[in-house]
Structure formats: C-alpha cells, structure tokens
C-alpha cells in the first residue's frame, strides 16, 4: 500500500493535530467553569458555546490566534462573568440555600455508569479534586461579586497573568483578587483535619446518626456548628441552616424516622470524605462535611435532585 504524501496530506496531518489540541483543552476548561459557577451543568453549557465560538471562525481567522488555548481561557472566563452576572438574579429567586453541586470521585462516577464505559467521558469524571473545589471553598467563593471571582479564579487558582484576564485593566483585576482573597480569609475555616482524621468522625457521625444515638450525634457536632440544606423547592427540606449541635443533631434523628428503609454510605464528596444517602438505590442526599478538632463545624447537604444526577446509579 502507498503511504499518502504531498501538501494535501500535509494539512490534513495538520488539521487533525490542530483539532487534537482544540479539544485537549476541554478538560482544563470544565475545570475552570465549574469553579467559577459551582455548577456541572453551567460548566458544560460554558464549554459548548467557547468551542462553538472558536468553529464560527474562519481558519483564517483561527490561524491569526497565537495561542488557542489562551483564546479559549479568555473566552470561557468571559463567559462565565456573564454567567454569574445572570445567576446571581435566578438564585434570588431560588427556593431556600443554594449550595454548589457536589462531585463524587472518579472510582464512583463509574461505579454508576453503564454500556460498557462507551459513552464519551462525562464532566464530572474531568474535575480535578483538589483544595479548589472542597465545598467550604465553593462556598466562599459564592459571596464573591461575579468579577472578584473570575479575577480570583484564573488569577490564583489557574494562575493566569491579570495582563490576560479580559474586560478589566491588569490594575483592576489585581485589585479585585485582592478583594477576593480577604473574602477568603474573613470566611476560612478552622484548618480542616486531616483526610484521615475527617474520615474517622464522618465515619463516628454515620454510625450515631444510624443507631439514632443523639447524644453521640451532639458529642460529635461543635456546640455552633451550621447544617445548611438545598432542596430547590423540589423536595422537602428546612429552607433556613439548623444552628447549634443538639438543633442538628435532633433534626437528623427527626429525618431518620420519617425515612425508614435509607442506606447511609461513605463516599468522598468534593474530594473530601462525605455522605451519601440513598432509597431505593436513588441517591436522595449528598453531604459535605466540614471538620476541625475532632468535630463537624458545617454540614452542607444537597438534596435538589438536579444537582444529583452524577451519583445515582445508572
């Protein structure tokens, strides 16, 4: 068989390895959406239309781009400032607490597909678990004004240069990082415990909440700790935070004899070791958990169905 050569092979060569590292960016780009929107679902939306913007050009205009990866940043970030511009309005509107959508892990992702692992990889497979997505993280980076955020995100998270962060001067976008970081230092929790040693209470706080132990639910709860719930307005669920160790406690004893028949599971939640509650197989409730000291500071329970799609079996 003849090898095909010439100009026409050429650049087709170079097509496909131009195409090849277009797409090898959608990794890094689900990524930076979902830190910056908290949201799986916003973040793929964000994705889809950065490409569909870069394949409107003409190659033309895509060769005159020095570096599409760049381009690509530029566009989703601005995107994204959009977004959150939008989002903030809906989420006035939202029914109770709106907390970010939590991750499951890649081993469990999986443990819940089906077809044979066929289907194109799904974005939650493609976040990398790291400090920048643990829930109390997100949840700091939510008081942030849309522009402090994306400012804060591609500057100190993906490390971008302020002189590359569109629709501000670099001075401008140094300030709002620095906005940003004293958001983040005013609401830093305690420093978290190990993921040994939050592992352990997580595990503690499972059994007592099973064995409807309450006084080992207190013993395992800060006497100021804050369980905040999301619900959506499609389940049931306590629209304000439970504050107060015995308050919560009581609470998730109250839960547990309304819903007989509910599985508790451990599973990393964000990267960090979480709950999952499940019925009938569905997973009903994800749970974040934050821990210092020996004990359970935040709980962040998710419960909106919506934001729960990556962890019911498939």
Same mark, same amino acid.
């Given at each position: 068989?003849?090898?095909?050569?010439?100009?026409?092979?050429?650049e087709?060569?170079?097509d496909?390895?131009?195409?090849?590292?277009?797409?090898?960016?959608?990794?890094r780009l689900?990524n930076?959406?979902?830190?910056?929107?908290g949201s799986? #679902?916003?973040a793929?939306?964000?994705?889809?239309?950065?490409?569909t913007r870069?394949?409107?050009?003409?190659? %033309?205009q895509q060769?005159?781009?020095?570096?599409?990866?760049?381009?690509l940043?530029?566009?989703a970030?601005?995107?994204?400032?959009?977004?959150?511009?939008?989002?903030?309005?809906r989420?006035?509107?939202?029914?109770?607490?709106?907390i970010p959508?939590?991750?499951?892990?890649?081993g469990?992702?999986?443990?819940?597909r089906t077809?044979?692992g066929?289907e194109?990889?799904?974005?939650?497979?493609?976040?990398?678990?790291?400090?920048s997505?643990?829930?109390?993280f997100l949840?700091?980076?939510?008081?942030m004004?849309?522009?402090?955020?994306? *400012?804060?995100?591609?500057?100190?998270?993906?490390?971008?240069?302020?002189?590359?962060?569109?629709?501000r001067?670099? #001075?401008a976008?140094?300030?709002? *990082?620095?906005? *940003?970081?004293?958001?983040?230092?005013a609401?830093?929790?305690? #420093?978290? $415990?190990?993921?040994?040693?939050?592992a352990?209470?997580?595990?503690?706080?499972?059994?007592?909440?099973?064995?409807?132990?309450?006084?080992?639910l207190?013993?395992?709860?800060?006497?100021?700790?804050?369980?905040? $719930?999301?619900?959506g307005g499609?389940v049931?669920?306590?629209?304000r935070?439970v504050?107060?160790?015995?308050?919560?406690a009581?609470?998730?004893?109250?839960?547990?004899?309304?819903?007989p028949?509910?599985?508790?599971?451990?599973?990393k939640?964000?990267?960090?070791?979480?709950?999952?509650?499940r019925?009938?197989g569905? #997973?009903?409730?994800?749970? $974040?958990?934050?821990?210092?000291?020996?004990r359970?500071?935040?709980?962040?329970?998710?419960?909106?169905? %919506?934001?729960l799609r $990556?962890?019911?079996?498939?």
């Open positions: 068989m003849n090898t095909p050569s010439g100009p026409g092979h050429h087709s060569t170079q496909t390895q131009d195409l090849s590292a277009i797409v090898g960016e959608r990794r689900i930076l959406g979902y830190r910056m929107l799986l #679902a916003e793929e939306d964000v994705v889809q239309e950065t490409y870069w394949y409107a050009m003409s190659r %033309e060769d005159a781009i020095e570096s599409p990866g760049a381009w940043t530029k566009v970030g601005r995107i994204c400032l959009d977004v959150l511009g939008s989002a903030r309005a989420r006035e509107r939202y029914v109770g607490a709106w959508e939590p991750l499951p892990d890649r469990e992702w999986f443990a819940g077809g044979g066929c194109p990889a799904d974005p939650a497979d493609q976040i990398t678990l790291d400090e997505v643990n829930m109390a949840v700091i980076l939510e008081s004004t849309p522009a402090e955020r994306v *400012a804060f995100v591609l500057h100190d998270v993906f490390r971008y240069p302020f002189a590359e962060i569109v629709g001067t670099p #001075a976008c140094r300030q709002l *990082a620095t906005s *940003a970081r004293r958001r983040i230092g609401g830093r929790p305690p #420093a978290a $415990a190990p993921a040994a040693g939050q352990s209470v997580v595990r503690h706080f499972k059994e007592a909440w099973e064995s409807r132990d309450i006084e080992a207190v013993g395992l709860l800060d006497p100021d700790a804050v369980m905040t $719930a999301d619900g499609m049931g669920t306590v629209l935070p504050e107060g160790g015995r308050s919560i009581q609470y998730l004893i109250h839960i547990a004899d309304k819903a028949g509910l599985e508790l599971l451990e599973r939640v964000n990267g960090r070791p979480g709950l999952v509650a019925h009938t569905i #997973a009903v409730t994800v749970a $974040a958990f934050e821990v210092a000291d020996g359970v500071g935040r709980i962040w329970a998710v419960r909106n169905p %919506e934001k $990556a962890w019911t079996e498939g």
